[in-house]
Antibody, heavy 119, light 110 residues
């Protein structure tokens, strides 16, 4: 069955960097757009970024634009999120999600990885 | 800036029906029929329940249905069951290659 497994979360100081990974299995990874969605503790879902199936296009939420970079390695079925200049408000569980054949519809989600930005 | 507004909470008794609304603030957002709904139990990943306003993925109970009128989308759950108690989020393409989530609605099954 389709599986998405995030890793790389942890505690990081404000202003530092962190790289998240999402490893996919049981589907043709290179054929699907992929997204990152985050959820601050006790809060709702917030869309973060999307990358086209071939990596040719990338788009970001205004809250992370210029600080976060989404990328993928289709040869390794892996999605990445490079997070720089981290702020306390970036503290959240970060989910990777597969975009279905319908634009901005997320049919599979990972279990999430927690990022805590604190001194 | 565009936003999707949901009620903070709704409740119902087992067997009843409830409806959760999702109002799009921008007419640009409302022009897309790309509304989806997600169910999230505590500590779990969201689960797709409805896509393209009123379509159910395979495996989702037909007790869940979606609709849209003007700038307001709705999720209806009929025959409420205790396992339906969860948070529900609407989501829509917002144009300009961005995605919006509603603030979420906590469903309590009394």
């Amino acid at each position: 069955q389709v599986q998405l497994v995030e890793s790389g979360g942890g505690v990081v100081q404000p202003g530092r960097s962190l790289r998240l990974s999402c490893t996919a299995s049981a589907f043709n990874f290179r054929s699907f757009g992929m997204h990152w969605v985050r959820q601050a503790p006790g809060k709702g879902l917030e869309w973060v970024a999307v990358i086209w199936y071939d990596g040719s296009k990338k788009y970001y939420a205004d809250s992370v634009k210029g600080r976060f970079t989404i990328s993928r390695d289709n040869s390794k079925n892996t999605l990445f999120l490079e997070m720089n200049s981290l702020r306390a408000e970036d503290t959240a569980v970060y989910f990777c999600a597969r975009e279905s054949t319908v634009l901005t519809t997320f049919d599979y989600w990972g279990q999430g990885t927690l990022v805590t930005v604190s001194s | 800036q565009s936003a999707l507004t949901q009620p903070a909470s709704v409740s119902g008794s087992p067997g009843q029906s409830i409806t959760i609304s999702c109002t799009e603030s921008s007419s640009d957002v409302g022009s897309y029929n790309l509304v989806s709904w997600y169910q999230q139990h505590p500590g779990k990943a969201p689960k797709l329940m409805i896509f393209e306003v009123n379509n159910r993925p395979s495996g989702v109970s037909n007790r869940f249905s979606g609709s849209k009128s003007g700038n307001t989308a709705s999720l209806t759950i009929s025959g409420l069951q205790t396992e339906d108690e969860a948070d529900y989020y609407c989501c829509s393409y917002a144009g300009n290659t961005t995605v919006l989530f509603g603030g979420g609605t906590k469903l309590t099954v009394l």
